[in-house]
């Protein structure tokens, strides 16, 4: 059936797949696939979740079965896995489990420390001898075997994965999950496998370390067979493409964006040629259908029906089914959707914030950008009103309505509920018929419905959340690692419905493509301080980091950042320049607070009036919805009327209220553009 395992022929193939098939149930997994790695090769494995890729791994490394073909791999193969989750080790600091990847040089190290010993306690000439010329024997294999650097490389590599010197030393069962596969990565990584695969290994990484990733995997010798969904990771990485999609097999040449072209290219040429077979389809079967009674005919007629059924039919593939949906259409509020003033926020002695200021306006979409544990998603969590900051003020703007999502998806889900329990818990106003269908807009389908939160899958727990946000229907989404464990065409639809949504936006994510489509501000976490700079991901990288990195003399960036200088002032100049900039800001907020008060006092009284009306209408709601209501001497149509009647003073009074609050941001942008003018 093919070559056999560990076989010894040549050709310089690392590993090869011969038909191999693989079913789940009833359904095929994938089936008749075949291919073979080379060494050196950099191959990105991409389809929809579900769709085996994870599997054929598994097959790969021989830790499960194919139910037909074979694997093939070159004798003497050393293969190194990565999969999506690891369980927490213990014992072992991070630096020395790091370097524990070689048995044959802890043996040789063993085995050193023991003639080491020995010399030392050697008393006479016997035995001496041959202990010393054993010492050289082994410190030449460590130094053949990479021993002897194996600390300084494991440390640069873990370095580059984002562990501090001092983290080196901390025991790994202190680790959280995402540490733990970083630390696996690691290790991976030092022991330079022949072949290495690797089961979405950007998803725990931020954006620093996934670009030195990017550097090592484009400098290593081994063969790397990788599963991500950050396409911006495999445009730069891959140079062959295998797709996975419902159960079928294609190979393609080049990276991400080229599969895409050629993938398009395919499906054309195939289309085509399944119409023209079509016709001469419908061209056998007519002539046979006009023929079938002559006599004269009948010849060739059966020569037609031969040919009929000798005919190879060109399939059309159904189409894969994705999750499609789109944000509603947010309710407008004020200017200011979030502000936050003189921020501290601490977990025990730790300080992550000191005085930190940021507004957060309507419009804007904020990518949030740092290494992680920099307090990217304390910040996001304290302006989404998950988090409380340890002092400091938050203030939200009036009919602001706040969406969160969390980045590990069971801190907002309930293990024992099932999908639709989920989902009717924030359902509000919505009918059964109108969430089902939301559901199924998310793949939740039919019986799908009932299964519970325990069983689902890391993608199936993003597609649920992401489903209970569009049912609140917020005007400002606050995103924590929105595109984990999506796959690449629920990231496409997700970057459409973002793009379509009228709303505010503040995210955390490492996916570049997501940042460029989705941002038009990013701001910068680093060391308890926060930057922010106009544009998108690229934007900031092609000018602002640059400028940022070759020294700054703290002047205003267009975005609320900051801009370095050609020449870098000396210290007492920037503190005086620093100062009187203060000074001049501080006179200009309590001139313009002086002129707007006025306006500000009115806007409050409104808010103040608005938001009690709207209690009542409320309770008019409540009563009306009550069947109790109906039972007794209630007057049902004085009811109606006053419901009616305060829901156009609601009505008014939010008119009242958006006109002044639009006078208001009038009166701040046109004292802001005279300052400047200034």
């Keep these: 059936m093919g070559w056999g395992e560990d076989s010894g022929w040549s050709q310089g193939i690392v590993i090869a797949a011969q038909?191999?098939?693989k079913f789940l149930a009833k359904k095929d997994l994938?089936?008749?696939?075949?291919?073979?790695?080379?060494?050196?090769d950099r191959i990105g494995l991409i389809g929809s979740n579900g769709a085996g890729k994870s599997t054929l791994m598994h097959i790969l490394m021989g830790e499960m079965e194919p139910d037909s073909g074979v694997i093939s791999r070159s004798r003497h193969l050393r293969m190194g896995y990565l999969p999506q989750q690891w369980s927490a080790i213990q014992g072992k600091s991070v630096l020395a489990y790091a370097t524990d990847i070689d048995e044959t040089v802890q043996s040789v190290r063993r085995e050193l420390r023991a003639v080491e010993e020995r010399l030392r306690s050697h008393s006479g000439y016997q035995g001496f001898q041959e202990d010393v010329l054993l010492q050289a024997h082994l410190l030449e294999q460590l130094e053949t075997l990479g021993g002897y650097d194996l600390e300084a490389r494991a440390s640069k590599v873990l370095t580059g994965l984002g562990f501090s010197g001092a983290r080196l030393e901390h025991p790994v069962s202190s680790l959280s999950g995402g540490w733990v596969m970083r630390l696996e990565l690691g290790r991976l990584l030092l022991s330079e496998p022949d072949l290495m695969l690797l089961d979405e290994p950007t998803n725990h990484l931020d954006l620093d370390a996934l670009m030195w990733l990017e550097e090592y995997l484009l400098s290593t010798r081994?063969?790397?067979?990788?599963?991500?969904?950050?396409?911006?990771?495999?445009?730069?990485i891959v140079r062959r493409v295998f797709e996975l999609e419902l159960g079928r097999f294609q190979e393609y040449s080049g990276n991400y964006d080229f599969y895409l072209l050629e993938k398009a290219r395919r499906q054309e040429i195939l289309l085509a040629s399944h119409k023209n077979q079509q016709e001469r389809l419908r061209q056998i079967e007519r002539f046979i259908d006009r023929n079938r009674c002559r006599k004269d005919r009948a010849r060739q007629v059966q020569s037609r029906i031969k040919a009929l059924d000798k005919i190879e039919r060109i399939e059309i593939p159904a189409e894969e089914s994705t999750i499609r949906f789109s944000f509603p259409e947010a309710p407008r509020c004020g200017k200011r959707v979030v502000e936050l003033q003189d921020i501290h926020k601490s977990y025990g002695d730790h300080m992550v914030y000191a005085g930190v200021d940021l507004l957060v306006e309507r419009g804007d979409r904020i990518a949030f950008l740092g290494h992680n544990g920099a307090g990217k998603s304390t910040l996001l969590k304290i302006l989404a009103g998950v988090a409380e900051p340890s002092a400091g003020v938050r203030k939200v703007g009036h009919l602001v309505s706040l969406g969160y999502y969390a980045q590990v998806q069971w801190e907002q889900l309930r293990p024992e509920w099932t999908v639709l329990q989920e989902a009717t818990s924030v359902s509000g106003d919505l009918?059964?018929?109108?969430?089902?269908?939301?559901?199924?807009?998310?793949?939740?389908?039919?019986?799908?419905?009932l299964k519970r939160v325990s069983v689902l899958s890391g993608g199936e727990k993003a597609r649920l959340t992401l489903c209970k946000l569009l049912v609140q229907r917020p005007n400002a989404l606050f995103l924590d690692e929105p595109t984990n464990h999506l796959d690449i065409e629920s990231r496409n639809v997700l970057e459409e419905a973002l793009g379509e949504f009228s709303g505010t936006v503040c995210f955390i994510s490492h996916d570049r493509h997501f940042i460029n489509a989705i941002a038009n501000k990013v701001l910068v976490v680093e060391g308890g301080r926060i930057q922010l700079f106009p544009g998108n991901y690229d934007d900031y990288m092609t000018v602002w980091r640059h400028r940022v990195e070759a020294g700054s003399d703290h002047s205003e960036a267009p975005g609320g950042g900051e801009l370095p200088a050609e020449k870098v002032p000396p210290p007492q100049a920037v503190s005086r320049k620093v100062q009187d900039r203060k000074r001049m800001e501080a006179e200009r907020r309590n001139e313009l607070y002086r002129l707007k008060a006025p306006l500000q006092n009115r806007l409050d009284r409104i808010e103040a009036s608005l938001d009690a009306e709207q209690a009542r209408?409320?309770?008019?709601?409540a009563r009306l919805a009550d069947p109790l209501t109906y039972q007794g001497g209630t007057d049902i149509r004085r009811l109606n009327q006053d419901y009616q009647e305060c829901s156009a003073r609601v009505q008014r009074i939010t008119?009242?209220?958006?006109?002044?609050?639009?006078?208001?941001?009038?009166?701040e942008t046109e004292f802001w553009s005279e300052q400047g003018g200034k």
């Design 19 to 21: 038909g191999i098939s």
């Design 30 to 40: 994938f089936r008749d696939v075949s291919f073979h790695i080379n060494p050196g």
């Design 222 to 236: 081994s063969a790397v067979l990788i599963i991500a969904h950050d396409r911006a990771f495999l445009n730069r």
């Design 431 to 449: 009918s059964q018929t109108q969430l089902r269908g939301m559901l199924g807009a998310f793949l939740f389908q039919d019986e799908d419905v």
């Design 617 to 621: 209408l409320d309770d008019f709601k």
């Design 655 to 667: 008119e009242e209220w958006e006109g002044t609050a639009l006078e208001l941001e009038e009166m």
